[in-house]
């Protein structure tokens, strides 16, 4: 069976760091593409970063450039999401997906697999 656990979600004051983990089981990740995406309640999902799992590119929205990194570990199967200089307004719900063929990164239509996700709060 094919899933994703997310994990390393919480509560956080404003400057402060979290890093997510993203496990895959059920299937490796060496011809994906991972994404990390956010969603907020009442709005649409946000393509947050992604990953090319075979040659490590990466990719970020403009509003986390500089303060949030992918990465990956192809020996656990796990993508982590460095998360620097935190803001309230990256509250959300964060959520990893992996697809094979995958155009538009920040597109979540283009990925065929996602977890349920791991709550981030911003607040001091």
């Known amino acids: 069976q094919l899933h994703f656990v997310e994990s390393g979600g919480g509560l956080v004051q404003p400057g402060g760091s979290l890093r997510l983990s993203c496990a895959a089981s059920?299937?490796?990740?060496?011809?994906?593409?991972v994404g990390w995406f956010r969603q907020v309640p009442g709005m649409e999902h946000e393509g947050v970063s992604c990953i090319v799992i075979s040659d490590g590119s990466t990719y970020y929205t403009e509003s986390v450039k500089g303060r949030f990194t992918i990465s990956r570990d192809n020996n656990q199967n796990t993508v982590y999401l460095q998360m620097d200089s935190l803001k309230p307004e990256d509250t959300a719900l964060y959520y990893c997906a992996a697809g094979e063929d995958v155009r538009n990164w920040w597109d979540i239509n283009e990925y065929d697999y996602w977890g349920q996700g791991t709550q981030v709060t911003v607040s001091s």
């Open positions: 059920g299937f490796t990740l060496d011809r994906y593409h």
